[in-house]
């Protein structure tokens, strides 16, 4: 069965280092997303991608953040600085169609962020 | 806006008796509702969803929701339990692009 997968599954690394993200989605998808959940709180979105741009973020996706789909496969997100709040499980997600109201997201297993 | 609530942070349940996950939601606009599960050290897997054709909506592992437009609930129940399903449940409500996830509920199976 396709999956969207993640790598890596967990990175730790120190304040104000760059990160990045790496993502697969599934291979006939044509829109991808990215999540984050802090420990203990909800799921947010961050960010959705579609035709090689940006389609919708939230307020947390600020200048810090940024996604690439560089190859026709991978799909990333780099956080240029980190800080300690970025600390969080970042999911990647894909789907067929716009994600809601038909579109189911497939998500991928996670990548744990530690910030120290 | 958009927004749901799970009503239950934690449910705790014994092995064979019913489960009830409680969520409400608010929307603006007839809203696409989803229930996602997350095992320890897993994804978020779809485990049903609604989007305007029948109420009562199937989903995997023998799991069920109920749309109720007048009281803006959709809660997942599942007759009878079984340890495997001891997880994270999300109930998440959606237009178009934007899903807003609820907080989660854990739950819990004892033997």
């Known amino acids: 069965e396709p999956e969207v997968t993640q790598t890596p599954s967990h990175q730790v690394t120190q304040m104000g280092q760059e990160v990045i993200l790496r993502c697969v989605p599934i291979?006939?998808?044509?829109?991808f997303y990215w999540y984050r959940q802090i420990l203990g709180q909800k799921v947010e979105f961050l960010v959705s991608f579609y035709n090689n741009e940006i389609s919708e973020k939230s307020e947390i996706f600020d200048d810090q953040f940024s996604v690439e789909r560089p190859d026709g496969s991978n799909f990333t997100l780099k956080i240029r600085s980190t800080k300690l709040e970025d600390s969080a499980m970042y999911f990647c997600a894909s789907s067929e169609a716009p994600g809601g109201n038909t579109g189911e997201l497939f998500f991928g297993e996670g990548s744990r962020l530690t910030v120290l | 806006a958009q927004s749901v609530t799970q009503l239950d942070s934690h449910v705790s349940v014994s092995e064979g008796t019913p489960v009830l996950l409680r969520c409400n939601y608010s929307?603006?606009?007839?809203?696409?509702l989803f229930w996602y599960v997350q095992h320890p050290n897993k994804g978020l897997q779809l485990l049903l969803k609604?989007?305007?054709?029948?109420?009562l909506v199937k989903g995997i592992n023998g799991f069920e929701a109920e749309f109720k437009k007048s009281e803006t609930s959709f809660h997942l129940t599942k007759p009878s339990a079984h340890m495997s399903d001891a997880a994270e449940y999300f109930c998440v409500v959606s237009n178009n692009n934007d899903m807003r996830f609820g907080a989660g509920t854990r739950l819990t199976v004892k033997p």
């Open positions: 609604y989007t305007s054709a029948a109420t």
């Open positions: 291979s006939n998808h044509l829109y």
């Open positions: 929307s603006s606009y007839s809203p696409s």
